[in-house]
């Protein structure tokens, strides 16, 4: 006797598969953002767009983290879709007209603020961002209207201040960027764009006193030599551990998008998991910032030194440069107070160096300044084991050099 077949025969796969909360994934995918996980934030909003394939928000949200990771032609493309899904928005037409300035298509770009602007005529967002795309073009006039429009509009607005100083200094009106600095000050006393273009504007006006009693470079730029480090046999061993580390990290990228690196490569934030010896580095640069914080208590005069907020974050990236390799005059604008670490030097900047070549230099503007006198700087010395800390509006480079050698530094930020 044959046995019964079973009529209820349990099909598999016979339900499709249950879609996710779009909300619930995008407000994952922006706490990865914030915490600096930019390509696992962008992987939410594909998985949102793969069930809701016209989800502005992931779109919006997507565009956003593609031009962080200075994948810019992407994100106009994902800011062009939330347009075409709300045309009347005009955030949507301000964010499409930012990431096309970031891409380099300024005609759209001023295209696109301008229908921000029709569909809102008081956005001092769109007229700020107007005038960085004017700016790019080398149109500083037409970037002064704009700036001057939304500090009409928000007269607290710190970016349209500075970007007004800044144009100022372009068209080399060095008395007028000092009050457009002045005014961003009143409202924000600890911005840094305001101080570093304070500074650089009272030089070109003839007031080179002030500019050094803004830098403060003979006191503010402090040194620390380490010979030991915890977990290590010495600090040449924790040196190799971390050049290792930079060297084979994932994220190591000739010259990306957006920095100052010139010949050479960087690294992401190293301060995301896994960190190997960077957790030890960490720790250092805690240490030494207590001391340097206790340091600055005592010449608490400097208007800065007064507004530094509790500092609770840390980004740390590696640099490696070849020959010729620098970087160009930066400071960094989201920080407070910065530092780098040097790990690995050529031979050429061991001994005698009269050229101070691969040094660290402080005081000297921006390229993007056509200055009209000689500024003041400072030079310092790198070392193995040997780390700076200093305010983040100082500008800096490094002193190019020629070596077949690469040299290494970890460079960081303390942020509130």
Same mark, same amino acid.
């Given at each position: 006797?044959?046995?019964?077949?079973?009529?209820?025969?349990?099909?598999?796969?016979?339900?499709?598969?249950?879609?996710?909360?779009?909300?619930?994934?995008?407000?994952?995918?922006?706490?990865?953002?914030?915490?600096?996980?930019?390509?696992?934030?962008?992987?939410?909003?594909?998985?949102?767009?793969?069930?809701? =394939?016209?989800?502005?928000?992931?779109?919006?949200?997507?565009?956003?983290?593609?031009?962080?990771?200075?994948?810019?032609?992407?994100?106009?493309?994902?800011?062009?879709?939330?347009?075409?899904?709300?045309?009347?928005?005009?955030?949507?037409?301000?964010?499409?007209?930012?990431?096309?300035?970031?891409?380099?298509?300024?005609?759209?770009?001023?295209?696109?603020?301008?229908?921000?602007?029709?569909?809102?005529?008081?956005?001092?967002?769109?007229?700020?961002?107007?005038?960085?795309?004017?700016?790019?073009?080398?149109?500083?006039?037409?970037?002064?209207?704009?700036?001057?429009?939304?500090?009409?509009?928000?007269?607290?607005?710190?970016?349209?201040?500075?970007?007004? !100083?800044?144009?100022?200094? @372009?068209?080399?009106? =060095? /008395?007028?960027?000092?009050?457009?600095?002045?005014?961003?000050?009143? @409202?924000?006393?600890?911005? /840094?764009?305001?101080?570093?273009?304070?500074?650089?504007?009272?030089?070109? !006006?003839?007031?080179?006193?002030?500019?050094?009693?803004?830098?403060?470079?003979?006191? +503010?730029? /402090?040194?620390?030599?380490?010979?030991?480090?915890?977990?290590?046999?010495?600090?040449?061993?924790?040196?190799?551990?971390?050049?290792? @580390?930079?060297?084979? @990290?994932?994220?190591?990228?000739?010259?990306?998008?957006?920095?100052?690196?010139?010949?050479?490569?960087?690294?992401?934030?190293?301060?995301?998991?896994?960190?190997?010896?960077?957790?030890?580095?960490?720790?250092?640069?805690?240490?030494?910032?207590?001391?340097?914080?206790?340091?600055?208590?005592?010449?608490?005069?400097?208007?800065?030194?007064?507004?530094?907020?509790?500092?609770?974050?840390?980004?740390?990236?590696?640099? +490696?440069?070849?020959?010729?390799?620098?970087?160009? !005059?930066?400071?960094?604008?989201?920080?407070?107070?910065?530092?780098?670490?040097?790990?690995?030097?050529?031979?050429?900047?061991?001994?005698?160096?009269?050229?101070?070549?691969?040094?660290?230099?402080?005081?000297?503007? !921006?390229?993007?300044?056509?200055?009209?006198?000689?500024?003041?700087?400072?030079?310092?010395?790198?070392?193995?084991?040997?780390?700076?800390?200093?305010?983040?509006?100082?500008?800096?480079?490094?002193?190019?050099?020629?070596?077949?050698?690469?040299?290494?530094?970890?460079?960081?930020?303390?942020?509130?």
């Amino acid at each position: 006797m044959k046995p019964r077949k079973n009529k209820r025969r349990k099909k598999l796969n016979s339900k499709p598969g249950k879609k996710q909360n779009p909300s619930r994934v995008l407000n994952e995918a922006l706490t990865l953002y914030r915490s600096g996980k930019l390509k696992l934030a962008l992987g939410k909003c594909q998985s949102v767009l793969a069930d809701h =394939p016209r989800h502005s928000d992931a779109f919006n949200l997507a565009g956003i983290i593609h031009m962080d990771l200075g994948q810019t032609e992407q994100s106009v493309n994902f800011m062009r879709s939330v347009v075409e899904i709300h045309p009347g928005s005009s955030k949507a037409h301000f964010n499409l007209g930012t990431a096309l300035t970031a891409n380099g298509e300024l005609t759209e770009a001023i295209s696109s603020q301008r229908r921000a602007l029709e569909l809102k005529p008081d956005y001092a967002d769109a007229l700020f961002n107007l005038g960085n795309a004017y700016r790019q073009t080398g149109d500083s006039k037409s970037a002064i209207l704009s700036y001057r429009s939304a500090l009409d509009l928000a007269p607290d607005y710190p970016g349209a201040a500075t970007n007004l !100083a800044s144009s100022l200094l @372009h068209l080399g009106r =060095p /008395r007028d960027a000092l009050d457009a600095s002045n005014e961003a000050l009143r @409202h924000f006393p600890g911005d /840094r764009d305001a101080l570093a273009f304070k500074a650089i504007a009272a030089t070109e !006006a003839g007031d080179p006193d002030l500019a050094a009693s803004i830098l403060s470079m003979d006191w +503010v730029i /402090r040194p620390k030599d380490f010979d030991a480090a915890d977990g290590f046999q010495d600090i040449a061993e924790f040196n190799k551990a971390l050049a290792a @580390h930079v060297l084979s @990290h994932p994220t190591l990228t000739r010259e990306p998008h957006n920095v100052a690196t010139r010949n050479g490569q960087q690294t992401e934030n190293l301060a995301l998991e896994p960190k190997g010896p960077i957790k030890q580095l960490e720790e250092m640069i805690i240490a030494t910032y207590d001391e340097y914080r206790i340091f600055l208590s005592k010449e608490s005069g400097h208007s800065y030194i007064r507004q530094i907020p509790n500092l609770s974050k840390i980004d740390i990236w590696g640099t +490696v440069l070849d020959s010729m390799g620098h970087q160009a !005059a930066h400071m960094h604008r989201n920080a407070w107070i910065s530092g780098v670490y040097y790990v690995q030097l050529p031979g050429v900047m061991h001994g005698a160096n009269e050229s101070r070549s691969g040094w660290i230099e402080f005081g000297r503007p !921006a390229d993007e300044f056509p200055c009209a006198v000689e500024h003041e700087v400072r030079n310092f010395e790198p070392r193995e084991g040997r780390m700076f800390m200093f305010p983040s509006f100082e500008y800096h480079r490094t002193i190019p050099f020629e070596s077949s050698e690469q040299r290494i530094s970890i460079a960081f930020d303390l942020l509130a």
